[in-house]
């Protein structure tokens, strides 16, 4: 009896059509990095909320800040943070927010809308009606996990009051982090897996949007400053502005292939 055995090969180069004799090799690529510019405020004035996920809305679904920073893992709950000053005094306010219940709420749904697999010892003759059937049985509970996850996650929330003298280098990274890339960055192979960091910025009446998947370089150092922030006001109490403030001075994105010059920040 003939068994079958799948294997999922996730990270591949390149695929190749065959013609006659001859193979034609094509590389697959994956989108890295995108950038985005779009209007602060939609024409009845509410905030334009287009260019955000669902997820990056449950954290910042209220309206635009001037600074924004999103974090989205391969395996855990989402998390970022805002400044933005407060409406009554002025002060900056840096404001964390994260998914606090993500494992318990994924658990819950696979209990719920459990996902079938296909079973290595199945019989060749079985496998493509396995496969069919298997896979339907599957779009129909994530379809059903998909419905029900908003609405089961649940948002913790801490603020800080900063001042210029972080609130503003912060801004002037992120905006100048944003201005640095070109409008797509696309690298060979394929990228299954890996976080997402996202940077927005209000400049004028627009929001300047870099979302960066798997970050490196100097991207990388400022993503990881701003996960120690969250990390620092959310987890370990140690929160240190004064040292965010030193770290940001080594991020230098004129290393990086730099598009428009810099300019004076007015926010």
């Not at 009896?1 to 004799?21: C, E, P, Q, R």
């Not at 994956?30 to 990056?56: C, H, I, M």
């Not at 409008?183 to 979302?211: P, S, Y």
Request: charged fraction near 30%; hydrophobic fraction near 35%.
């Amino acid at each position: 009896m003939k068994k079958v055995v799948f294997i999922f090969i996730g990270l591949l180069s390149f695929t190749y059509f065959a013609f006659g004799d001859e193979y034609v090799y094509e590389y697959v690529y994956s989108t890295r990095s995108t950038k985005t510019v779009e209007d602060n405020l939609q024409p009845n004035g509410s905030y334009n909320f287009a260019g955000k996920k669902w997820d990056e809305k449950l954290l910042f679904g209220d309206f635009n800040a001037d600074i924004e920073f999103f974090h989205q893992p391969s395996f855990a709950g989402v998390s970022g943070f805002r400044v933005f000053r407060d409406s009554l005094k002025g002060d900056w306010i840096l404001e964390i927010k994260r998914v606090c219940n993500h494992d318990e709420v994924n658990k819950k749904l696979d209990r719920e809308f459990p996902l079938q697999r296909v079973g290595i010892d199945t019989d060749f003759s079985e496998v493509m009606e396995e496969l069919q059937r298997t896979g339907e049985h599957n779009r129909v509970m994530l379809a059903n996990q998909n419905r029900e996850l908003p609405g089961l996650l649940k948002v913790e929330t801490i603020s800080y009051q900063i001042y210029d003298w972080f609130a503003i280098p912060l801004y002037e990274t992120i905006r100048n982090a944003i201005e640095s890339y070109p409008i797509e960055i696309k690298t060979r192979g394929m990228i299954m897996d890996g976080n997402t960091a996202v940077f927005r910025c209000r400049v004028n009446d627009k929001i300047l949007t870099l979302n960066y998947h798997v970050p490196e370089g100097e991207i990388k150092k400022l993503t990881d400053i701003c996960l120690q922030v969250i990390i620092d006001a959310m987890i370990t109490g140690n929160f240190d502005p004064g040292r965010y403030q030193r770290e940001l001075k080594v991020v230098d994105f004129r290393t990086e292939s730099v598009i428009f010059p810099r300019r004076s920040s007015k926010i």
